[in-house]
């Protein structure tokens, strides 16, 4: 398994943005697809974004698309997510995530939580509005 430490979150306003990093150690980086997932309070984790093991291949959520952007440093080891255009909704613990290593590399597989055997210890992520 990798270890994930995400940062980057905190308090902003409507309309705001925030980056969120989540920087990896253990085994090569590159050779993990990686992911964003989220919880709001009393509800359950859900994807909210996915990047390929070398990046070509991004994936969002239908409530993110052309706010969020996910990106990936393999050089440093680290995965981004850009959060544009925040809203109330988007408040919530951010967790990044590794796919396990023997899942396929395709697009598919990305939005389900149980693909993933890696997992960061979150980031609180709060929008006022």
């Known amino acids: 398994q990798v270890q994930l430490i995400e940062s980057g979150g905190g308090l902003v306003q409507t309309g705001e943005s925030l980056r969120l990093s989540c920087a990896a150690s253990?085994?090569?980086?590159?050779?993990?697809?990686m992911g964003w997932f989220r919880q709001a309070p009393g509800k359950e984790r859900e994807f909210v974004a996915a990047?390929?093991?070398?990046?070509?291949?991004?994936y969002y959520a239908d409530s993110v698309k052309e706010r969020f952007t996910i990106s990936r440093d393999n050089a440093k080891n680290t995965v981004y997510l850009q959060m544009n255009s925040l809203n109330p909704e988007d408040t919530a613990v951010y967790y990044c995530?590794?796919?396990?290593?023997?899942?396929?590399?395709?697009?598919?597989?990305?939005?389900?939580?149980?693909?993933?055997?890696?997992w960061g210890q979150g980031t609180q992520v709060t929008v006022s509005s």
């Open positions: 995530a590794a796919v396990a290593p023997w899942i396929p590399n395709t697009g598919s597989y990305y939005y389900r939580e149980r693909n993933y055997n890696s």
């Open positions: 253990g085994r090569t980086f590159s050779s993990y697809a």
């Open positions: 990047i390929s093991r070398g990046g070509g291949g991004t």
